[in-house]
C-alpha cells in the first residue's frame, strides 16, 4: 500500500527527491514518516510529518539538508535530500500510522504501514 520510489546513485554533494505513493487507503490523515537503514546498523528515523502536514520533525543528522513534503491529493508523500553526504547512503523505508502520538514518531515499531525501501547511494 506504499510504493517508494526515487533512490539511486548520485555524487556527494548533490540532490535525489523520494517519493512514497500510498493506495488502497486515504492516508491524507495519517502521520507519515521517512527511515533508514544503512547496512549493517539499525533503522533509524529520518523525518516525519504529522497529520495535519504542517507540522515537521527532523532527525538532527539531516536537518536543514531533508524536507519532507506531503500532497494528500495525490496520497503521496516526499522526501528532498540536498547536500548529500556519504553517510546518506542507506535503503529509505516510508511509514504511515493513523494512531501514533507525538512521542512515538521517531519510533519505527509505532508505524503499521511500510514501504518496500529505495536504495540511496552516495559516493565521495
Known amino acids: 500500500q506504499l510504493q517508494a520510489s526515487g533512490g539511486g546513485l548520485v555524487q556527494a554533494g548533490g540532490s535525489l527527491r523520494l517519493s512514497c505513493a500510498a493506495s488502497?487507503?486515504?492516508?491524507?490523515?495519517?502521520?507519515m514518516g521517512w527511515f533508514r537503514q544503512a547496512p549493517g546498523k539499525e533503522r533509524e528515523f529520518v523525518a516525519a510529518?504529522?497529520?495535519?502536514?504542517?507540522?515537521?520533525y527532523y532527525a538532527d543528522s539531516v536537518k536543514g539538508r531533508f524536507a519532507i513534503s506531503r500532497d494528500n491529493a495525490k496520497n503521496t508523500v516526499y522526501l528532498q535530500m540536498n547536500s548529500l553526504k556519504p553517510d546518506d547512503t542507506a535503503v529509505y523505508y516510508c511509514?504511515?500510522?493513523?494512531?501514533?502520538?507525538?512521542?512515538?514518531?521517531?519510533?519505527?515499531?509505532?508505524?503499521?504501514?511500510w514501504g518496500q525501501g529505495t536504495l540511496v547511494t552516495v559516493s565521495s
Open positions: 488502497g487507503r486515504t492516508f491524507s490523515t495519517y502521520a
Open positions: 511509514a504511515a500510522d493513523s494512531s501514533i502520538i507525538l512521542s512515538q514518531l521517531t519510533t519505527p515499531r509505532a508505524y503499521d504501514f
Open positions: 510529518s504529522r497529520r495535519s502536514g504542517g507540522i515537521t
